[in-house]
T-cell receptor
Framework: EAQVTQNPRYLITVTGKKLTVTCSQNMNHEYMSWYRQDPGLGLRQIYYSMNVEVTDKGDVPEGYKVSRKEKRNFPLILESPSPNQTSLYFC?????????????FGPGTRLTVT | QKEVEQDPGPLSVPEGAIVSLNCTYS??????FMWYRQYSRKGPELLMYTYSSGNKEDGRFTAQVDKSSKYISLFIRDSQPSDSATYLCAMTGLIKAAGNKLTFGGGTRVLVKP
């Protein structure tokens, strides 16, 4: 089954404790991205990757890191999480980086930073 | 001012009614327009996809885009309780530097009552 998977689905952590949220897709997609979803603000892009070893900032990159060493994986790293990073996070992928390429979303990771 | 505006609702309708949703946007570079449905605790799933202006119909769903007014709509005919969800409009354009970044509205929560 074609899908985007994320782990963990739920995470509660404390301020400053490094964490990684994994994202994997099995569709051989070139383009992957991370979004965060907050009430009233919709989904906002954090980082994106057009291909292996090619990543760039989205609209809200502060406090996040990413890497793309393999085509299928695109982990999101929070080196020193803070309470304002409490949010619902989605990974998405699409075949290409063109606008007509449908984006598939993962199930989401709900992160709480205390 | 947000690039994409969407009434948050909630929008409550009786079963069988027509649900009418809309978004306005400010960036004339947007060329591809999408509607996503998001159930509680799930990732967004693509419902409708439209390129440039015009109408598109798929079963009970009709999407309309009016680029001259920077206004897009989604209509759901014969609404069912299973249509109860949050509906997100999203759009992207021929902006190579941003790849396939989607700009989302805040979402409208819809409740279809039996």
């Amino acid at each position: 089954e074609a899908q985007v998977t994320q782990n963990p689905r739920y995470l509660i952590t404390v301020t400053g404790k490094k964490l990684t949220v994994t994202c994997s897709q099995n569709m051989n997609h070139e383009y992957m991205s991370w979004y965060r979803q907050d009430p009233g603000l919709g989904l906002r892009q954090i980082y994106y990757s057009m291909n292996v070893e090619v990543t760039d900032k989205g609209d809200v990159p502060e406090g996040y890191k990413v890497s793309r060493k393999e085509k299928r994986n695109f982990p999101l790293i929070l080196e020193s999480p803070s309470p304002n990073q409490t949010s619902l996070y989605f990974c998405a992928s699409s075949l290409t980086d063109r606008g007509q390429s449908e984006q598939y979303f993962g199930p989401g990771t709900r992160l709480t930073v205390t | 001012q947000k690039e994409v505006e969407q009434d948050p609702g909630p929008l409550s309708v009786p079963e069988g009614a027509i649900v009418s949703l809309n978004c306005t946007y400010s960036n004339s570079a947007f060329q591809y327009f999408m509607w996503y449905r998001q159930y509680s605790r799930k990732g967004p799933e693509l419902l409708m996809y439209t390129y440039s202006s015009g109408n598109k119909e798929d079963g009970r769903f009709t999407a309309q885009v009016d680029k001259s007014s920077k206004y897009i709509s989604l209509f759901i005919r014969d609404s069912q309780p299973s249509d109860s969800a949050t509906y997100l409009c999203a759009m992207t354009g021929l902006i190579k530097a941003a790849g396939n970044k989607l700009t989302f509205g805040g979402g409208t929560r819809v409740l279809v009552k039996p």
